[in-house]
């Protein structure tokens, strides 16, 4: 089982669809956990953290579920700005390492 | 302040020659992250660094890869012996702590010929 595991997508969406990525992941003992975005060829940029608790920033909701063990990002009122390929990041418990997910592409289209 | 710094953006070798990739952390950052993403691939991890200490170096290939990052100047991934196989993005990141998100610098695109 792949440490971080990511539905690779595409989502295709119109603009003003609400959509929702989740990620799994392996190391029950991990404790940090983000929502990275990477446009194509550029470098991937922090989106939001995680917290337990869920937390939110603007369209962008965050959610956390430990006894699953997944998190999930949910976009509200799509923009064409939003397309991009989101990546699920989530840290080990001994070396602290961050291990990215594959990353979900969308495509948020007029 | 500075964001993570990496140079050479783009650095072509022929075959068989040595690639050196630098890496500049965020002021006040003290860990270091190399990634590699191959065209339409996701990052994979590479090795973890604090100053002066290599913390995990588990996804580091065994042979002709090596990693540092002095207590002074920058990071360094060196590649020997370069092939065509190792031809890709190289990402740094930075963090100020263990488990605190990671900041990237915008990548090295190494190309062998």
């Known amino acids: 089982r792949k440490e971080v595991e990511q539905d690779p997508g595409p989502f295709n969406v119109p603009e003003g669809a609400t959509v929702a990525f989740n990620c799994t992941y392996s190391?029950?003992?991990?404790?940090?956990f983000f929502w990275y975005r990477q446009d194509c060829r550029k470098e991937p940029k922090l989106l939001m953290s995680?917290?337990?608790s869920g937390n939110e920033d603007g369209r962008f909701t965050a959610q956390l579920n430990r006894a699953s063990q997944y998190i999930s990002l949910l976009i509200r009122d799509s923009k064409l700005s939003d397309s991009a390929t989101y990546l699920c990041?989530?840290?080990?418990?001994?070396?602290?390492?961050?291990?990215f997910g594959t990353g979900t592409r969308l495509q948020v289209f007029p | 302040n500075a964001g993570v710094m990496q140079n050479p953006r783009h650095l072509v070798r022929r075959r068989g020659q040595e690639a050196r990739l630098r890496c500049s952390p965020m002021?006040?950052?003290?860990?270091v992250y190399w990634y590699r993403q191959l065209p339409e691939e996701g990052l994979k991890f590479m090795v973890y660094?604090?100053?002066?200490?290599?913390?995990?170096e588990s996804g580091m290939p065994k042979e002709r890869f090596s990693a540092e990052f002095p207590k002074e100047g920058p990071s360094i991934l060196r590649i020997q012996q370069v092939v065509r196989g190792d031809s890709a993005a190289y990402f740094c990141?930075?963090?100020?702590?263990?488990?605190?998100?990671?900041?990237f610098g915008q990548g090295t695109r190494l190309t062998v010929v």
């Open positions: 990041v989530v840290n080990g418990y001994n070396t602290d390492k961050l291990i």
């Open positions: 660094l604090q100053k002066e200490n290599i913390i995990d």
């Open positions: 190391n029950s003992a991990s404790q940090s």
């Open positions: 995680v917290y337990s």
């Open positions: 002021k006040g950052h003290s860990h």
């Open positions: 990141a930075s963090s100020p702590e263990m488990g605190t998100e990671a900041f």
